[in-house]
């Protein structure tokens, strides 16, 4: 017997030692790998699922930021898991709420379908085993029960889409609820309140919250709804398909397959395009868009007057090209990224799939006992169904990765929009400021807060009066309104006056000195174009109250229509059609009825001050006179900004401002500087005459020259 022969023997008889072994102790080895596997497949989604470096995403997500004004990265990692616990915590506010009775209907609902599909799984076995058999009666049955099970089957489905539906919908209306809380904040609130204003004013992170609110919520609500289903019930399905795969072919080979799938899963997974910064983006540039063409619908007219319509469709235009580069890009990505990932996960780990449903036929295995064509078949038929949901399964779990980076993006915006608000409401403003805040003294000013107090009457006190971007239009402002004294603004544009009220209003942060002044709804303001809001012409005068708060009031629509009387608009009421007409009042209205339905509200409302900033411009003098005096006969004090000086003489003093920094408060002689007024127009009137003047002049004398050369002759 030659050497190789002997090895060849040894070999052999060690093999044979190895396999009886094996055989002995297979039970043990088949349950240490299941419940290897098992482990595995929850490490494997937990790792899937973990924080990782937000490198190339991270990279990318910046572009996002810079058009949203903040540096945040979008990316499946521990800040997203941080911020999706921040609006869990919202949206399912406890064990006991709907929404937590929902998710346990969702849950329950999920395992139940994938005991169905195991079950479905081994009847199709059967099925085809009954006709390899020829077992007719056996076949019916068979049949019989697949009806049956459809029942429930079917039932499922609906049920799991409706309660994925429903819990969508709880999830948004818990957050739109949460956001409109804060958005448009009590007035109870005081200087937290009015939070839409200082999104939009005083902050630059947002530049389309109204996006923000409808849009994005909506799809996260959607995506939070769908990765629970994505993500849950994929991992059960891998574990319990496998598990009784495992039973069925050994759990050895699907240790094999595993590792291969894994191995491809971890290659894919690299490859994958960062899905997440892309959904952020996207609605980021789709709110940029939206907002141009909202722009356009506002300023119809004046566009129109102007003719800028190649102006403007240059400007969508240039918004509607970026969004779809954007969406071309995240197509092209999306479309190898599809390739790929159909090549690995449906044909090669199908094919990895067959291989392992051919072990129980070509290899006989201790304990199971294929011997017939029939078992053999219906084994095949039953794993294969077993495998194709387990690699389905394993599919989604994959694909829930692109589903949960989808759901960071959005996760993003929605605590972005939280994030802002917060910060907002505790007067951190994040804004471009001008050069000049930067330096020493403006931003000493800028660093520093004034003090704010509740008293009956107005008084500021070394307040300066600073624009969000930092501009200093005052260093140090003092002036006193007391009841019924009236006062005068005056001033070139831009030179504050109106921000002296937002100051009042509680709309600007007071960044010295102290406002004495009573609580905001103590104030009306009639700005030139008035605020008309969405409703009936009932709503427009007594704006921002009900028609429940005008009954509890005690006002009846004849003194309503009586109030529309002093300002000569009680036609209105029968030419529109009566009080509960509702229509867009803005286009029904002209600019100098807009202006009088105004001045009706503060008669209905008599608050204690009135803020009118330029209310009169569009009015005739008449009228004006009528409306100035029935104000301050119903006991409403004035702050007025006006270039009329018809208005001068409702007023006992007057707060001027330069327009460089300086100011005068002073009482007001309306008489007096009335007369100095006409003064002043009379010799500026004969200023202008004086060129003319002295044109004729030199005509006059020309003439006479030659006159008196003429006589000479
Ligand atoms: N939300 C804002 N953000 C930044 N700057 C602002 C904001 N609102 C106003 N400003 C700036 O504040 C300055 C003063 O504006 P303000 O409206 O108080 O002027 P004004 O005296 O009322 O002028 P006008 O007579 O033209 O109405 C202007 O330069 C304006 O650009």
């Known amino acids: 017997m030659s050497v190789l022969s002997k090895l060849h023997s040894s070999l052999d008889k060690r093999a044979a030692q190895f396999s009886r072994v094996y055989a002995t102790h297979r039970p043990l080895v088949q349950r240490g790998l299941t419940v290897g596997f098992v482990l595995y497949v929850f490490l494997a989604t937990y790792q899937g699922l973990a924080a990782r470096p937000a490198s190339r995403k991270g990279r990318e997500a910046k572009d996002v930021s810079e058009r949203e004004g903040r540096t945040a990265h979008v990316a499946v990692d521990a800040v997203f898991y941080r911020r999706l616990g921040v609006i ?270 051919a072990i129980p036929v070509f290899f006989k295995l201790p304990g199971i006992s294929n011997i017939d064509l029939g078992s053999r078949t219906e084994g095949f038929v039953t794993n294969r ?115 002296l009220f937002r100051i009042l209003g509680g709309l600007w942060p007071v960044y010295g000195g102290i406002v004495r002044k009573p609580p905001a709804s103590n104030f009306i303001l009639i700005p030139q174009r008035p605020y008309l809001s969405l409703g009936t012409l009932r709503d427009q005068v007594i704006y921002p109250h009900s028609q429940e708060q005008m009954a509890t009031r005690g006002i009846s629509d004849a003194e309503l229509l009586a109030v529309l009387a002093v300002v000569g608009m009680d036609g209105v009421v029968e030419r529109e059609g009566g009080w509960d007409v509702a229509r867009e009042w803005r286009e029904a209205l002209s600019g100098g009825d807009q202006q009088k339905i105004a001045w009706a509200r503060l008669f209905y409302h008599k608050p204690k001050y009135a803020i009118l900033d330029e209310a009169t411009s569009l009015v005739p003098l008449d009228m004006e006179g009528k409306m100035m005096e029935h104000a301050t006969a119903l006991g409403i004090t004035l702050l007025t900004v006006s270039h009329r000086p018809s208005l001068w003489k409702y007023h006992s003093t007057i707060l001027q401002f330069d327009g460089q920094g300086g100011y005068v408060f002073t009482k007001l002689d309306a008489e007096k500087r009335l007369l100095l007024q006409e003064e002043k127009q009379e010799m500026e009137a004969k200023l202008l005459e004086v060129p003319k003047m002295k044109s004729r002049l030199a005509e006059l ?11 000479q002759w």
């Open 385 to 499: 169904r077993l495998l194709l949901s387990s690699s389905d399964a394993m599919g989604r779990v994959m694909y829930s990765y692109k589903d949960l980076a989808e759901l960071a993006g959005y996760t993003a915006r929605v605590s972005l929009l939280f994030d802002t608000m917060s910060d907002v409401r505790q007067g951190k403003f994040e804004k471009a400021l001008v050069s000049s805040a930067m330096q020493g003294d403006n931003s000493q000013i800028m660093r520093s807060r004034g003090q704010v107090l509740e008293v009956e009457d107005i008084q500021f006190e070394n307040v300066p009066i600073v624009t969000p971007n930092g501009d200093i239009l005052l260093r140090s402002l003092t002036f006193s309104v007391k009841s019924g004294e009236h006062l005068l603004i005056v001033g070139p544009n831009g030179a504050g006056k109106s921000s």
């Open 701 to 711: 004398r020309l003439v006479a020259d030659a006159r008196i050369t003429k006589a």
């Open 88 to 357: 869990l915590r919202i949206v399912i506010p406890s064990i006991r709420s709907k929404e937590a009775l929902l998710l346990i209907m969702h849950s329950s609902l999920l395992i139940f379908r994938t005991a169905i599909s195991l079950y479905v799984a081994a009847l199709d076995g059967k099925i085809v085993a009954s006709l390899v058999r020829g077992q007719s009666l056996e076949f019916l049955l068979n049949i019989a029960r697949w009806l049956l099970v459809a029942i429930p089957a079917t039932w499922t489905n609906s049920w799991l889409s409706y309660v994925q539906n429903k819990l969508a919908i709880a999830y948004r209306t818990r957050l739109t609820r949460e956001v409109l809380k804060q958005y448009l904040g009590e007035e109870s609130e005081g200087p937290d309140g009015k939070v839409y204003y200082k999104l939009s004013n005083l902050d630059d992170r947002i530049q389309n919250p109204d996006q923000m609110i409808t849009h994005d919520i909506q799809h996260f609500s959607a995506n939070l709804a769908a990765i629970y289903a994505n993500l849950a019930k994929p991992v059960l399905d891998v574990i319990l398909y496998n598990y009784q795969l495992a039973q069925n072919v050994g759990a050895e080979g699907l240790v094999v397959l595993t590792i291969l799938i894994q191995c491809s899963a971890a290659l894919l997974r690299a490859a994958t395009p960062p899905f997440g910064t892309y959904t952020a983006q996207s609605a980021a540039l789709a709110g940029s868009l939206r907002h141009t063409h909202s722009r356009l619908v506002e300023f119809a007219e004046e566009v129109a007057f102007f003719g800028g319509e190649e102006a403007e469709r240059q400007i969508i235009e240039k918004e509607f090209v970026a969004l779809v580069r954007h969406e071309e890009k995240v197509m092209n990505q999306k479309w190898w990224y599809g390739c790929a990932e159909e090549g690995i996960v449906k044909w090669l780990w199908g094919s990895f799939g067959l291989v392992v449903c």
